[in-house]
């Protein structure tokens, strides 16, 4: 929306990061608000059961990655729970922790689940490296990545394997 506020704005960011980037920022924007809202629509509690029971061909495994960082507990708790309440089951959470703390540890040990791998990573080279350790560890047949703050919809993986079957 052009706007008296929103202009000013712009003129403050272009002043600070120059008219390619201004530029940029304000199609994104343009575009942002003209794009369909997404919705998520929660699939039922038949449809769940009905997923969890479903046989495909070919029993794909994914491996899920995710770097973590000093991650509050809500955040990582959220994270994993969401993996863990998946619809498809054939799956494996490759958690590779570079946090100088212990917080992030202690939640995944709270989880009792022989799909979650959990690494220690003993130095923090930034999301990439860390993601790449957790690479190495993964046995799947496709690879997911997660940041530790993100959230699967509980039949984000039986859809994918739809699709690969």
Known sequence: MINGANIKRAYYYLKKNGIKNTFYASCERLLKENRMQYHYVE?????????????????????ILVPMYETKEEYARDMIESVLMQTYSNFELILADASKTSRVEKVVCSFFDERIRYIKVEHNNGISE???KA??????DYIGLLDHDDLLTRDA?????QKIS
């Open 43 to 63: 699939i039922s509690n038949e449809e769940q059961e009905q997923q969890k029971n479903t046989q495909f061909d070919e029993k794909v495994r994914f491996s």
């Open 130 to 132: 860390n993601t790449n």
């Open 135 to 140: 690479l190495k560890e993964a046995t799947g």
């Open 157 to 161: 993986l039986f859809e994918m394997a």
